[in-house]
């Protein structure tokens, strides 16, 4: 899990280039699984939501940024068209 995190800001910040071409392939929307947040501080696992949600980092919002984000969630409502 927390290789993913470290990866995922690798890409952000440097391969962002990355994230434009696999948005454009994103499809589905987030039916609020919780899972990508479960490493998080501000998440409530109780109530299942983010304690920082109007204010959370753009990086959030973008998720997921490649398929390697979802690729061990099942749950995600998301998935990237081949
Ligand atoms: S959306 Fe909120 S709980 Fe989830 S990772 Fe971002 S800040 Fe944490
Ligand atoms: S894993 Fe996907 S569906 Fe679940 S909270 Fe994150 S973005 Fe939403």
Redesign the pocket.
């Given at each position: 899990m927390l290789d993913g995190w470290i990866r995922r800001r690798i890409v952000w910040y440097l391969k962002n280039s990355q994230v434009l071409a696999w948005r454009v392939k994103r499809r589905g929307?987030?039916?609020?699984?919780?899972?990508?947040?479960e490493l998080c501080l501000a998440h409530d696992a109780k109530n299942k939501r983010c304690r920082i949600y109007v204010i959370r980092p753009s990086i959030c919002k973008a998720?997921?940024l490649t398929p390697e984000d979802?690729e061990n969630?099942q749950?995600?409502?998301?998935y990237f068209k081949k």
């Open positions: 929307e987030c039916v609020r699984c919780g899972k990508c947040c998720f997921p979802i969630i749950t995600c409502g998301f």
